[in-house]
């Protein structure tokens, strides 16, 4: 994934001066190419996720069983396995997964408008609102997905417990306690996952496109 830099370019111009000189059109080009590329890329990636967890949802509603863990840390809590609680949490899956599934693939969508956008844009000034609007919209994808992991353990977390009163089952001291820290462990460590993966894998795009925006800006400022 190359990286068009400005500031490289007018080194280039100082140190080779035989080298061909690029007008301010002429970068202004390169540095529209090269945005819509990042941006077509994060279009990509995030459309790789949206297939990959219809992949997952596909096997595990089919083929797999993604509630068995649960089962068995609902049962050394005590709780009494029957049809109607393993019916409920198979619907409770369920629902986290289309909401999870939904919202990725309204953020393809939306990333796809605005890569359209970006893409058939000429003026320079709407062009840098434009990726300036994307990027914003990719800094809240990346906020929701990390919302939505810490909503999902709540709920999960807020289900084991409503299940334990309706069973009238009252945990000790020291079990209260390691569920519930074991249940904020979860948490954050997922978020911290979550952020760690988004920051390597949008960050570095992210970080060149800002590059261009910031470079694009000096062209407009300039004219």
Known sequence: MA?????????TWQQEPAQPKYDSNEIE???????????????WISLAEFIIILSANIYYSFLGDDTSDLLRI??????????????????????LKLISLALTGVFVVVFYQNYRKIN????????????IRFKKTVQLFIL???SLVILFTAVLGIFTLSVLDEQHIKLTNPTLLGFITGLMLTMG????LMWVYYRVVYGLI??????????????????
């Not at 058939?120 to 609102?129: A, D, G, Q, R």
């Not at 992210?206 to 004219?223: F, T, V």
């Open 3 to 11: 990286e068009f830099d400005l500031d490289s370019f007018k080194k």
């Open 29 to 43: 080009s390169m540095l529209n190419k090269s945005s819509r590329n990042y941006v077509k890329y994060i279009l």
């Open 74 to 95: 609902l049962k050394r809590l005590g709780i009494n396995d029957s049809t109607n609680f393993e019916g409920a949490i198979s619907n409770l899956y369920l629902i």
């Open 120 to 131: 058939v844009e000429s003026n320079l000034k709407k062009l840098i609102l434009q990726i």
């Open 144 to 146: 929701a997905n990390i």
């Open 189 to 192: 460590l997922s978020a911290v």
């Open 206 to 223: 992210l970080s060149r496109l800002g590059k261009n925006l910031k470079q694009l800006q000096n062209i407009e400022e300039g004219n």
